[in-house]
């Protein structure tokens, strides 16, 4: 004996009667997926705009050069001794008048107090603090803040160079905005993995538009 069967839509069809699954029809996916994209699109292109007024004006008017107060530059470091010389190496060879360079090393267990204190010995504005285990770089960090005697203090990672006129615009910047912090921007050296291009991404993302653009609105 035949029996009629109700016309069910088509995103249900295929699924025994009584499933407790509901589907949502392939028109209101359609629709959620473009305005999602449209969102990230209008947020990147706002994004855009901000930094790109911020970056005129910054480049436009420029910060006072003269007169830029002491700066004491905090690296905590943990097992870097393939990377510290570089670092350190690219903090002296910046055009700040008076900088010194603190290098906190959190409980390593290799060359890495030794190479910092070859440098400190050669160069008298670096100095080491050891750390007797390692705490993290949290530790690391505010045993430098307490150690730094400078007006001004700025952090980086033990991994990273520094352009050489960085910390004297840093400093400047600071001066003539009044800011309470300020930071540069940030590029991946080596590009050549996956891993790596997504990093330099995120920095361009986080780093150079949205804090650019929420400078500009004045929301830090």
Request: net charge neutral.
């Amino acid at each position: 004996m035949a029996r009629s069967i109700p016309d069910v839509p088509r995103w249900h069809r295929g699924y025994p009667s009584g499933t407790m699954l509901e589907l949502i029809p392939t028109s209101s996916i359609d629709a959620l997926i473009v305005s999602l994209v449209a969102a990230v699109v209008l947020r990147w292109a706002i994004s855009l705009g901000l930094a790109a007024a911020d970056w005129g004006i910054q480049r436009r008017r420029g910060p006072d050069m003269c007169d830029v107060e002491p700066l004491t530059v905090v690296v905590p470091a943990w097992n870097e001794a393939a990377v510290i010389a570089r670092t350190v190496q690219s903090l002296l060879s910046s055009d700040l008048p008076s900088l010194s360079v603190l290098v906190v090393d959190d409980g390593s267990t290799d060359a890495t107090a030794a190479i910092v204190e070859d440098l400190a010995v050669r160069h008298p504005q670096v100095r080491l603090i050891r750390q007797p285990a390692n705490g993290g770089k949290s530790e690391a960090l505010n045993a430098g803040l307490a150690q730094a005697h400078t007006p001004l203090v700025a952090t980086l990672d033990a991994d990273t160079l520094v352009d050489p006129s960085c910390l004297r615009w840093l400093v400047a910047t600071q001066r003539q905005e009044g800011a309470d912090a300020v930071a540069a921007n940030v590029r991946v050296g080596n590009r050549r993995s996956l891993l790596a291009r997504w990093q330099s991404l995120e920095y361009v993302a986080g780093l150079n538009l949205d804090r650019r653009s929420q400078n500009r609105l004045g929301v830090i």
